[in-house]
């Protein structure tokens, strides 16, 4: 039977995990992340599989995500929240465990578990996009990667008589910058949202003005890629009963849905690239 070893590396954790060719998860191994150290990250790494796992036997690829900017052969440019740049990551697991090893954006291995695994699996393209810390992307077509989009956060807009990056404003963890751009004093998603559902008129006022800009990012990319199906995540989610009425009235073009997977997104998507590669 063929197996992938999955890896999910954050900021936080680390995790390493088996999958088979029917995705079922037969082991998952977690550690913490070390940080400002490449030596170290990468010693964690073959760590958690050699000594948290049982075995190797039968994995045909070595696949997953990392929170930063990825070359195509697997070489990491940046990860801002492990406080490293420039690893060969594949390079050393491929040669650290004699499989082959691709490793992608962490965006980009969650579009791949929801175009696949997800509940939206039968939609011919799905754009998955994540609204957290920061604004990030992918787009699938017949559950492969088409284009890696997860910088597509830096899109410039034409707003308040200046050029602004979209995520500056929007993303979960700026839009503390909407906030004080409009007068208000909240200092994070969570007290915007919650002072939208006290009905402060602060609240609901910065609220309308995130909710037209994330329409008309929402509207741009369905002009440009035509996605059958967004996907959407993040932290701004969990407030959705406060704005995502909203926001689906101003994009009656964009078929906008949840995502079904939560942190085993990563995960999953690292299994599926791993099979994907393994039959190229």
Not at 14 to 28: K, M, Q, S
Not at 80 to 86: L, R, S
Request: proline share 3%; with cysteine; net charge negative.
């Amino acid at each position: 039977m063929k197996k992938v070893l999955s890896l999910d590396i954050g900021g936080t954790n680390t995790r390493a995990a088996i999958y088979d060719e029917g995705y079922r998860l037969l082991e998952v191994a977690v550690r913490p992340t070390p940080t400002g150290s490449k030596e170290a990250f990468l010693e964690n790494i073959r760590r958690t599989v050699s000594e948290d796992l049982t075995s190797l036997e039968g994995v045909v690829a070595i696949a997953g995500g990392v929170p930063g900017q990825v070359r195509s052969d697997g070489f990491v440019y940046a990860l801002p929240n492990v406080g490293i740049n420039d690893i060969p990551l594949a390079e050393y697991l491929s040669k650290t465990f004699s499989i082959p090893a691709y490793i992608i954006n962490d965006a980009e291995a969650a579009a791949l578990a929801e175009a696949n695994l997800g509940e939206h699996k039968r939609a011919k393209s799905l754009f998955f996009v994540t609204v957290s810390t920061g604004v990030g992307g992918a787009l699938t077509i017949g559950g492969k990667l088409r284009e890696t989009s997860y910088e597509i956060g830096h899109t410039v807009f034409y707003r308040w008589g200046e050029y602004i990056e979209f995520e500056n404003y929007c993303s979960g963890g700026r839009i503390k910058n909407l906030i004080a751009r409009l007068g208000g004093t909240y200092k994070n998603a969570k007290e915007l949202f919650d002072g939208v559902r006290n009905g402060e008129e602060i609240a609901l006022v910065i609220k309308k003005e995130w909710v037209e800009m994330m329409a008309e990012w929402f509207n741009m990319v369905q002009k440009d890629y035509q996605p059958e199906v967004f996907a959407i995540t993040g932290g701004v989610t969990k407030s959705r009963d406060m704005w995502w009425d909203d926001l689906k009235a101003l994009c009656p073009n964009c078929n906008l849905q949840l995502c079904s997977f939560k942190e085993e997104a990563g995960l999953s998507g690292g299994a599926v690239l791993g099979f994907q590669k393994a039959t190229e």
